[in-house]
C-alpha cells in the first residue's frame, strides 16, 4: 500500500512555530512533520527571504 501524500502548508506551520513556546518535538507531533521537515523548509524559506530583500545595483 503506498503512502499518501498530503498537502502541507509550510509557511503558515513555520509561523505557527516562530509563536510557539513549547517543547518542538511537541510542535512536530501536533503538526504530524518530523523535525528535519520542520528545519528544511524554514531554512528554505530564509533562503527565498534573503534573496528578495537584495538590493540592486
Same mark, same amino acid.
Request: with cysteine; charged share 30%.
Given at each position: 500500500?503506498? $503512502? #499518501?501524500?498530503? +498537502?502541507? !502548508?509550510? $509557511? /503558515?506551520?513555520?509561523?505557527? /512555530? !516562530? =509563536? @510557539? #513556546?513549547?517543547?518542538?518535538?511537541? *510542535?512536530? $507531533?501536533? @503538526?504530524?512533520?518530523?523535525?528535519? +521537515?520542520? /528545519? /528544511?523548509?524554514?531554512s528554505? #524559506? !530564509?533562503?527565498?527571504?534573503?534573496?528578495? *530583500?537584495?538590493? =540592486? =545595483?
Amino acid at each position: 500500500m503506498a $503512502k #499518501e501524500k498530503t +498537502q502541507i !502548508n509550510w $509557511k /503558515y506551520i513555520i509561523k505557527l /512555530y !516562530n =509563536s @510557539h #513556546e513549547g517543547k518542538l518535538i511537541d *510542535f512536530c $507531533k501536533k @503538526h504530524n512533520i518530523t523535525r528535519n +521537515q520542520l /528545519y /528544511y523548509h524554514k531554512s528554505k #524559506e !530564509n533562503k527565498e527571504k534573503s534573496i528578495s *530583500f537584495r538590493a =540592486s =545595483s
